[in-house]
Nanobody, 123 residues
Framework: QVQLVESGGGLVQAGGSLRLSCAAS????????MGWFRQAPGKEREFVAC????????RYKDSMKGRFTISRDNAKNTGYLQMNSLKPEDTGVYYC????????????????WGQGTQVTVSS
């Protein structure tokens, strides 16, 4: 069973950038859709972006389009989320997750989750 570990979070000023990484163990990473979700304090976990297993099709929540870019390198068993023009409302714990469904935006379709990495955007 594949396991995921997120990294790359931290403290950044508004307008800055961060690149999150999702390192996967095992050899099944490339068989799943990979998604990024985030959870702000006191809020429900929400969809951020996802990419198909071959990285040919990506989806983004509208509020992230143009600022966030999801990608994956299956040869390295690693996924990424490049975040630019960060805003204070982007603050939260960011999770990498895997789904057997093609480009799903539904939390319930994701079966494997990392522990999350904290992103804090200051004003």
């Amino acid at each position: 069973q594949v396991q995921l570990v997120e990294s790359g979070g931290g403290l950044v000023q508004a307008g800055g950038s961060l690149r999150l990484s999702c390192a996967a163990s095992g050899r099944t990473f490339n068989t799943y859709t990979m998604g990024w979700f985030r959870q702000a304090p006191g809020k429900e976990r929400e969809f951020v972006a996802c990419t198909s297993r071959a990285d040919e099709g990506t989806r983004y929540k509208d509020s992230m389009k143009g600022r966030f870019t999801i990608s994956r390198d299956n040869a390295k068993n690693t996924g990424y989320l490049q975040m630019n023009s960060l805003k204070p409302e982007d603050t939260g714990v960011y999770y990498c997750a895997l789904s057997s469904f093609y480009r799903s935006m539904n939390i319930g379709d994701y079966h494997t989750w990392g522990q999350g990495t904290q992103v804090t955007v200051s004003s």
